[in-house]
């Protein structure tokens, strides 16, 4: 920042702290961007919106942002524009057709059940689930991981460097299933996210385009399905109305068919595995399998050993 930089980004709370402390002069600035603008402008930011407003030039030109721009929070920002023009980008659907988008019906207490059942029959390359509260997060997050999937969570109270660390993985594909708040997953941007899963369907509609709106992206298919208990469903409809667009519905699937789905997922890891070794360093103990077991056998104990089916139906 000593050096002047053309382009200075940063959260209300941080800029405002550099402000205070004399790091940062905004007397320069001839451009203001509030990207995120409906989350910028709500009551939590507003009052470190309008005191960084306060150190901008009144000359300069104003940009807000963002994929929903809700009546109140448009008049709200034009408090700090100057004959502002609105423009609206593919205005009839707020939700991109490239994102198809299912429901489950189910009740709160089946959720996870039928969460785990529909991850094993999808096999999402990379998928985010999105849960309503930091503990719901952490809850999930230890579920994921005790029936055998690769999933870690991310909200808001993790450290920088924790929340790092996590992201890193997924981008790495060390994980395949993030767990996330709304908050954590604002503006996050990955590559090859296929699948999104909506345990709690959110209260809000518009956090609901922003949650699908990770997967779909760049010319991707992508594929979204949310979790409702039968007292919810008027959220759903809520989302619906918003979006312009009837979500499908799926059948909760059995156990059966999700041990097939882990399966099936795990065939290209067995035969990776069967061509990685050389049998004769083993021949002692594969004669003595082979002397046991009939091939038939030993190729479906090998397929449950890599598809984790015994981990499949942990109590969570």
Do not use: C
Request: aromatic share 6%; proline share 4%; no cysteine.
């Amino acid at each position: 920042m000593k050096s002047h930089p053309q382009i200075l980004v940063g959260t209300p709370g941080r800029l405002l702290d550099h402000i205070n402390r004399k790091t940062a002069k905004l007397g320069g600035v001839k451009t203001l961007v509030l990207d995120e603008a409906d989350e910028m402008l709500n009551m939590g930011f507003l009052d470190d919106i309008e005191a960084i407003i306060a150190q901008v030039p009144d000359q300069r030109q104003t940009l807000l942002f963002s994929a929903t721009m809700p009546e109140a929070i448009k008049r709200i920002g034009m408090k700090f524009m100057t004959d502002p023009e609105y423009i609206q980008i593919k205005a009839k659907q707020l939700t991109t057709d490239l994102v198809d988008q299912y429901f489950i019906r189910v009740r709160h207490e089946e959720k996870f059940d039928a969460l785990t059942r529909t991850i094993d029959i999808q096999e999402p390359f990379l998928g985010i689930v999105f849960g309503r509260t930091k503990r719901r997060v952490e809850e999930l997050a230890r579920g994921l991981e005790a029936r055998g999937y690769r999933a870690a969570g991310l909200h808001g109270d993790l450290t920088q460097q924790m929340r790092s660390r996590v992201l890193d993985q997924f981008k790495a594909h060390e994980i395949n299933l993030l767990v996330a708040t709304d908050v954590a997953a604002r503006g996050l941007d990955v590559k090859d996210v296929s699948h999104v899963y909506n345990f709690d369907i959110p209260q809000d509609p518009e956090s609901y385009v922003h949650r699908i709106g990770r997967t779909g992206r760049a010319g991707a298919e992508g594929v979204s399905v949310t979790l409702v208990a039968p007292n919810e469903m008027d959220y759903l409809r809520a989302v619906e109305d918003l979006t312009k667009k009837r979500m499908t519905p799926l059948q909760p699937a059995t156990l059966k068919e999700a041990r097939i789905g882990r399966i099936n997922g795990a065939i290209d890891t067995a035969a990776a595995t069967i061509k990685g070794l050389n049998p004769a360093e083993l021949q002692e103990q594969v004669n003595q399998m082979t002397s046991q077991f009939t091939a038939e056998q030993l190729a479906a104990g090998l397929l449950a050993a890599v598809a984790g089916l015994d981990k499949q139906n942990a109590p969570v």
